[in-house]
Structure formats: C-alpha cells, structure tokens
C-alpha cells in the first residue's frame, strides 16, 4: 500500500518503529461524513498512578463516537494511553481528559467515553463522560 494516498499525510506514527508514549492524537477524513454511525475503541490495559500514594491503577475503557469530519487513527491513541502509564491522576479526571482530547482532536458529533477502574482498596470506580447528543442508533 502507498504512503502517498493525501488522506495519510498527517499519520506520523502508524507503521514507524520505536514509538514512545505521545498525547498527539492524530486523525485522518472520514468518508461517509453524511450519515451517523458508530465507532467503538476499547482496551483493557490502561495503567496510570494514584498521585497521593504512586500506586498502580488499571483500567478498562470503552470509547464510543459518531465521527463528522475527523476520524481518531488507533496506533496514536494506543501512543496517548500509554503517556499516562507513570503520569499520577485521578480516576475522574482522566476520564474527563479523555474526553475533552478527543472532542478537540475529531469534533464528533458524540463522544461517550467509559473508564471503568479495578477495584482497588475494595472499591472500583466507573466513570463516564459524555459531549454532544447521542444519535437514535447509539442505545438501539
């Protein structure tokens, strides 16, 4: 496949070697921007620290979004995932960092962004984040 496709100029990090964690989120167009659909990313290997005690904290996240003109490319995510890794930050704040990142970097129509952390101390923490209004066929 070509490098050369004018869609894939601003993609700096899909197929290099040697990645290091990154906050740039990057994007590429959307080709169906005329109708809503949905996009669904999710992991299970988010790690950050607790900023009071540097304890590990694991997370699950579930990113949901209807795209307008942007699309977010998933190795840059993977890379932005990874620079909270020995960042110390509260459960809900990233959450809400997230979801702020995102709207900034593809201006989705909606975004719904599920953090959900291993219980830790016997409690665990769910915390979502929301922009925009869903479309009819988010809870259908």
Known sequence: MSNQNPE??????????GTHPNRKLETFPNRNPERDYIVELNTSEFSCICPKTGQPDFAEIMIRYVPDQKIVESKSLKLYFWSFRDEGTFHEHFANRLLDDLVSAIAPRWCRVEVNFNARGGIGIIVSAEHGTPPAIAYA
């Open 8 to 17: 894939h100029s601003n993609l700096t990090k899909l197929g290099e070697g």
